[in-house]
Nanobody, 126 residues
């Protein structure tokens, strides 16, 4: 069992930055691919970014590419999402998720992740 706890959300003006953190319990964190997803009111959950467990390769949704960076610190059991040049359309609840020994082919598919955090609200004002 893995528990994920997100933090770092808040209210920021357009053009600003936030860094989200997701702390994981358990001893096998390095065996999990980690993903960030978001859900805005009235919209479906969407993929934001992921980092592959085996080689650390990163993957991004087109809407955030060049603005967001996902990273991980296996020694701290933590994954991060650095968000720069934020836009009002980035407003959503952001969730981190973990997939054990996943194939890189499923990283954008939320239903394929094993564990989810409770989410953290990010609000970008115009």
């Amino acid at each position: 069992q893995v528990q994920l706890v997100e933090s770092g959300g808040g209210l920021v003006q357009a053009g600003g930055s936030l860094r989200l953190s997701c702390a994981a319990s358990g001893r096998t964190f390095s065996s999990y691919s980690m993903g960030w997803f978001r859900q805005a009111p009235g919209k479906e959950r969407e993929f934001v970014a992921a980092i592959y467990w085996s080689d650390g390769n990163t993957y991004y949704a087109d809407s955030v590419k060049g603005r967001f960076t996902i990273s991980r610190d296996n020694a701290k059991n933590t994954v991060y999402l650095q968000m720069n040049s934020l836009k009002p359309e980035d407003t959503a609840v952001y969730y981190c998720a973990a997939a054990l020994h996943s194939s890189r082919l499923i990283l954008q598919q939320g239903v394929r992740y094993d564990y989810w955090g409770q989410g953290t609200q990010v609000t970008v004002s115009s």
